[in-house]
């Protein structure tokens, strides 16, 4: 019992006034049976009282409350002066802030083991302990536990309460299927097609019994139980397909099948042989030929050559190549083989095999409308083309989507090619078409170039730097392609065969690391108009100068001839820094606002088609 006493004072009077709250303490902090009462003969007006942390009033005008939890509270009534009077009080609880459980687990062995196990300990006022598992044990430890969750809470003498849950995961995880087996052995062969004598043997352990079996034999289908059967026997079989399904009491599920085949089966002995002589001229001319021998077997025979229609037994004006064929004899017994025809040819006669790409890009990027003709020539026909997905069965590929394509082709000599190709979108196009009203004479291109140092995804631009007219049927090409790393130069050879006149160049690289879209075609004109004249001006470089160089407020360019000329600077990080159209023969560029450094200079109109280097100081 606890008694609480106020005593009040008013100024310099004295007023004595006894008015007492008589509590009970609750039980635990988890439990509310805390109680009080209020006894005061002289009150006679209202009272109310209050839970100070939920601020809630309750019970007016009862002296007795019960069922507090443990917390602060105060009884409000008025005296006889009808002034209001505060009695704080406390219903306290024992302490069981250090009172906590705490586990200890064994995982068990595997996911379908029952040996796991969990230990409990308290610390604290472990004085009348008992504990509460969620599985309904009532011991410090529960053992033989599978996977999964389980909970538990401590309580003492106090009836302090302290709760946890833990998680068992196995330490190996087991597929209950992993052991189930079914095994068919055919012990006796019937002993002719038509027969009933044949027998098989039947095994299956593993999994969980009872067992549910399973078996078709031809068009037969029957199910079987077992509760613990291990093995038996099949007997009066024929011919046919035998085949056992076993599934477990867990759904677990196996089967095997075995073909049965009569001991006389006519068609064990059925064998073809070929023989073949070699080509010694090339297509359309070839005189390789092939016979089948055929042996065994029911006759007549038919024989199918693939791909050669017939079903005689020997094929003539045959090229070099690889073929196939199939024999059946009259009771349906198959046999099927290959053969090949070499070539009987001299070797060094034979021209190098030579493979072309002509592609037509798709029109829109998301379009799978392009399409691919390869072309070929040289080596010994036939000819095997190889992609992603096997053998292409023609030249002429159609449905391309955008993107990096691999072929190899094969003649029958054994030479062979392997060429990478791309389908493009038109954001994969730079077309400098600084020549729109000409007439191309002729296109000039060469095999795709690899190069995996340019950032295809941030190229800004493209051009035709310089073009050194070598000699009447060759000339030397430098492109630069500027990315946000800078400027890439790129030489490539081109021949002449078309002499005077505009020439569309075109430019094909691609990196095929790198994922789809790291590809770029850059097309531009070059015009020839006096080859001797082209080859003087490459070798001498005068129809065009850039002064003074280095240079520092102005910059002057000047041609011996006017011409339209489109003009492009960059720096060498790739940034243009003019790109504008002239019809002057003499430039003057105010510089004053360019930073300190190298910088490239394009130029290009109907006679000059290349590039320089200046340096601001």
Request: aromatic residues 10%.
């Amino acid at each position: 019992m606890k008694y609480i006493f106020l005593l009040m004072f008013f100024g310099s009077l004295q007023i004595y006034a006894q008015q007492q709250v008589i509590t009970n303490n609750a039980s635990n902090p988890n439990t509310c049976d805390g109680s009080a009462i209020f006894i005061d003969t002289n009150i006679t007006n209202s009272w109310i009282w209050t839970n100070v942390s939920t601020n809630m009033t309750f019970s007016p005008d009862q002296s007795f409350v019960y069922g507090l939890c443990a917390g602060d509270y105060i009884l409000t009534y008025l005296d006889s002066n009808n002034m209001q009077i505060n009695i704080q009080f406390q219903i306290l609880a024992p302490d069981c802030s250090d009172f906590q459980i705490s586990t200890q687990t064994i995982s068990p062995s595997t996911n379908l083991s029952n040996d796991g196990a969990i230990y409990a300990t308290v610390s604290g006022n472990n004085n009348g302990l008992t504990f509460i598992w969620s599985n309904g044990e009532t011991t410090s430890s529960i053992i033989n536990l599978a996977e999964g969750e389980y909970a538990v809470c401590a309580y003492n003498e106090l009836q302090c309460e302290s709760c946890t849950t833990v998680q068992l995961i196995a330490d190996t995880i087991l597929n209950p299927c992993n052991d189930l087996f079914i095994d068919v052995i055919i012990t006796q062969a019937p002993s002719s097609p038509s027969s009933l004598d044949g027998e098989a043997y039947i095994s299956f352990s593993g999994g969980t019994a009872p067992y549910s079996l399973i078996y078709t034999y031809n068009n037969e289908v029957d199910t079987l139980l077992s509760s613990g059967t291990s093995s038996f026997p099949h007997i009066n079989l024929g011919e046919g397909i035998l085949c056992y399904n076993v599934i477990d009491a867990n759904g677990c599920s196996v089967d095997d099948c075995e073909q049965i085949v009569a001991s006389g089966n006519p068609c064990d002995d059925f064998f073809a042989t070929t023989y073949t002589t070699p080509s010694n001229n090339y297509s359309p001319f070839c005189n390789g030929s092939a016979t089948i021998s055929v042996s065994g077997g029911t006759a007549p025979y038919l024989i199918d050559f693939i791909p050669i229609d017939g079903n005689e037994s020997s094929q003539l004006e045959l090229c070099a190549g690889t073929y196939y064929f199939m024999v059946h004899d009259a009771l349906n017994c198959s046999f099927s083989g290959s053969y090949t025809i070499g070539l009987d040819i001299d070797t060094n006669l034979i021209q190098d095999l030579n493979v072309t790409i002509n592609t037509n890009n798709v029109y829109l990027s998301g379009l799978c409308d392009g399409n691919v003709y390869i072309e070929i020539s040289g080596g010994i026909p036939p000819y095997t083309i190889l992609n992603q997905e096997g053998i292409v069965i023609s030249n002429y590929l159609s449905n391309q989507c955008e993107g990096i394509y691999s072929i190899i082709v094969f003649d029958a000599s054994g030479q062979q090619i392997a060429i990478n190709y791309f389908i493009a979108s038109p954001n994969q196009i730079i077309d400098n078409n600084f020549l729109p009203d000409s007439t191309i004479v002729d296109t000039l291109m060469n095999n795709l170039i690899e190069n995996c140092d340019i950032d295809f995804s941030s190229i800004d631009t493209a051009f035709l730097a310089n073009v050194n007219v070598v000699s009447l049927d060759s000339i030397i090409v430098s492109w630069n392609i500027i990315d946000a790393n800078g400027v890439t130069e790129i030489l490539q050879n081109y021949s002449l065969d078309a002499g005077f006149g505009v020439y569309q160049l075109i430019l094909e690289i691609f990196c095929p690391q790198r994922a789809q879209g790291d590809y770029l075609i850059v097309k531009e004109q070059f015009k020839i108009s006096n080859l001797l004249s082209q080859i003087e001006n490459s070798q001498t470089n005068k129809n065009w100068k850039v002064y003074p160089n280095p240079f520092s407020e102005n910059l002057q360019i000047s041609f011996e001839i006017d011409k339209a000329t489109r003009i492009q600077i960059t720096d060498l990080q790739g940034r243009i820094i003019l790109n504008q159209r002239f019809e002057d023969s003499n430039i003057m560029l105010n510089t004053q606002n360019w930073e300190k450094g190298t910088y490239l200079i394009h130029i290009q109109n109907e006679l000059i088609n290349e590039s320089k280097t200046v340096v601001k100081f």
